[in-house]
């Protein structure tokens, strides 16, 4: 059993930076960042495989990164340039398999496997 735990949410103003960070007890290959805002479906945000290759939504690239420390079991999220439409609950996921499982090019919610209790990010606009 994988348990995984997310802090680094926040309310920030729009413009700044926020990391998040998702501590795991045991790591898996393939790991993501989900969120869901408010009256939204959850949608992928950004996964990273056991490859290290990474992907992410039309709507945070260029702005996030995903990025993991194997020694630590720990999954980041730099968000910066935050923007009022990031705002949402943001969930760690993970799939054990060496690459995630992907529909449309992004991390399939269906085969995530394990999830955060998820972290709250709020950008003011």
């Known amino acids: 059993q994988v348990q995984l735990v997310e802090s680094g949410g926040d309310s920030v103003q729009a413009g700044g930076s926020l990391r998040l960070s998702c501590a795991a007890s045991?790591?898996?290959?393939?790991m993501g960042w989900f969120r869901q805002g408010p009256g939204m479906e959850r949608e992928a945000v950004a996964h990273i495989n056991g490859d290290g290759s990474t992907k992410y939504a039309d709507a945070v690239k260029g702005r996030f990164t995903i990025s993991r420390d194997n020694t630590k079991n720990t999954l980041y999220l730099q968000m910066n340039n935050l923007k009022a439409e990031d705002t949402a609950m943001y969930f760690c996921?993970?799939?054990?398999?060496?690459?995630?499982?992907?529909?449309?090019?992004?991390?399939?919610?269906?085969?995530?496997?394990?999830w955060g209790q998820g972290t709250q990010v709020t950008v003011s606009s």
């Open positions: 996921a993970a799939e054990s398999a060496a690459s995630c499982t992907v529909i449309g090019g992004l991390f399939s919610a269906a085969y995530v496997e394990y």
């Open positions: 045991v790591f898996t290959s393939c």
